[in-house]
């Protein structure tokens, strides 16, 4: 099994940054795919960026060039870097391990773009 805990989210006014942290425990070396996803209110969770075990990365189009994941090995730790936040962003950020025949989530941090 995994376990992922969130971090990093909360309040911050439009074109600031926030860096989101999750940290994994448990059955780490099974994992495939870190990925962050969001959930807006009353919106289906999107995928927002996946980071493979061998550093492949994935962006949502929309997010490119604002967001960037990355990992810290050592740490069991992956990263959402966000920039140029947009209100449009505000949403539960939930960090996401799959591990082929399964997923395991986090609970999730959120995170509000004030205008």
């Known amino acids: 099994q995994v376990q992922l805990v969130e971090s990093g989210g909360g309040l911050v006014q439009a074109g600031g940054s926030l860096t989101l942290s999750c940290t994994a425990s448990?059955?780490?070396?099974?994992?495939?795919?870190w990925g962050w996803y969001r959930q807006a209110p009353g919106k289906q969770r999107e995928l927002v960026a996946a980071?493979?075990?061998?550093?492949?990365?994935n962006y949502a189009d929309s997010l490119k060039g604002r967001f960037t994941i990355f990992r810290d090995n050592a740490k069991n730790t992956v990263y959402l870097q966000m920039n140029s936040l947009k209100p449009e962003d505000t949403a539960v950020y939930y960090c996401n391990a799959d591990v082929g025949d399964m997923d395991y989530w986090g609970k999730g941090t959120l995170v509000t773009v004030s205008s």
């Open positions: 980071i493979t075990r061998g550093g492949s990365r």
């Open positions: 448990g059955s780490i070396f099974s994992i495939n795919v």
